[in-house]
């Protein structure tokens, strides 16, 4: 396989009524080339552009010798939540503010455990109740 380097997306379309989307790539060998993503395929690629994106950026800022995380921070609008009836997981579906929704597939045992998690959170965070002056 030839490496070659993406220079323009040229052109961008919806197909498949909404199922798909297509990409048209030029190369830097001046070739161009049509690429379709699936709508459940587009999203992981959206994700990982992204969060590559991201590491890209704070490799460019850090110092020399200097690790950085792989970690992108999706900032949730709503959350639905619901039970895989396959595998018995909770599943929660968080709208985000980058228009990406991200789902997260756990056991019941780690549900429970995120759950006290979040609860602990909640209440460590809680500010002080103001004194009652009747």
């Known amino acids: 396989m030839t490496d070659r380097r993406i ?12 199922h798909a989307v297509r990409l048209e790539f030029t190369f830097s ?28 950026e704070r490799a460019r800022r850090a110092q020399p010798g200097q690790t950085t995380e792989l970690v992108h921070t ?15 997981d909770v599943v929660l579906r968080f709208a985000t503010t980058d228009q990406v929704p991200v789902m997260i597939a756990m056991s019941k045992e780690l549900a429970r455990a995120t759950t ?19």
Do not use: M, Y
């Open 7 to 18: 220079t323009a997306v040229e052109n961008a379309e919806s197909v498949a009524h909404g």
């Open 116 to 134: 006290a998690r979040i609860a602990g959170e909640l209440n460590r965070s809680r500010p002080k109740s103001q004194p009652d002056h009747h």
């Open 29 to 56: 060998d001046g070739s161009r080339e049509w690429l379709e993503l699936g709508a459940e395929t587009l999203a992981q690629f959206i994700i990982r552009l992204r969060t590559v994106a991201e590491t890209a």
């Open 74 to 88: 999706f900032t949730g609008t709503d959350v639905f939540a619901g039970t895989d009836i396959s595998s018995g």
